[in-house]
């Protein structure tokens, strides 16, 4: 919870910040797993390089965006530098856990209209503009409560 409330305070996750350097990320990091639009045309912008959990959008050659994806119920990875002395842990995250997490460091949220709709609800941080999107699990997830909103991504782009 606190690498999350942190990422979502600051729009940082440790050293890593949207502006950085592809390379300063992956000596951070180590060698990241490229999505396969990025393989066929090196230079391609706006798709994802992935550390199990964690992706970083590339935009010419810099970090433009950065994402934590969760799936509740199941146990996420994320590397060493975003999760110290863990390789993975449990996954599902609670709406109420996090604005309270988010409550109890002083870190201003607001309600994200464009991503709330339906079964998904979404808050926007400020003033780090980090945007937490919550969802109901499906059927075979394995939560205690289905009809609850869990975290599903908590990302961070420049404009």
Same mark, same amino acid.
């Given at each position: 919870? +606190? ?20 390379? =300063?990320a =992956? +000596? ?11 393989r ?13 959990g ?9 970090? &433009? ?30 709406r ?7 409550? +109890? ?28 999107? #919550? ?6 997830a394995?939560?205690?409560?289905? +009809?609850r #909103?869990?975290? &599903? ?7």
């Amino acid at each position: 919870m +606190d690498v999350l409330v942190d990422f979502a305070r600051t729009g940082r996750i440790g050293p890593l910040h949207c502006g950085m350097p592809l390379t =300063e990320a =992956e +000596d951070l990091l180590g060698p990241g797993r490229p999505h396969p639009a990025i393989r066929m045309i090196p230079d391609i912008d706006g798709y994802p390089y992935a550390w199990n959990g964690l992706e970083l959008v590339i935009t010419q050659r810099l970090v &433009s965006g950065i994402w934590i994806s969760l799936s509740p119920g199941s146990t996420a990875k994320l590397p060493p530098l975003v999760l110290p002395d863990s390789e993975s842990y449990p996954s599902a995250v609670l709406r109420e856990d996090l604005v309270s997490g988010l409550d +109890d460091a002083g870190c201003r949220h607001d309600v994200n209209d464009r991503l709330t709709f339906g079964e998904q609800s979404s808050i926007l941080t400020q003033p780090a503009n980090v945007c937490a999107v #919550f969802g109901t699990p499906g059927r075979d997830a394995h939560v205690p409560h289905h +009809d609850r #909103f869990y975290l &599903s991504v908590l990302h961070k782009h420049t404009a």
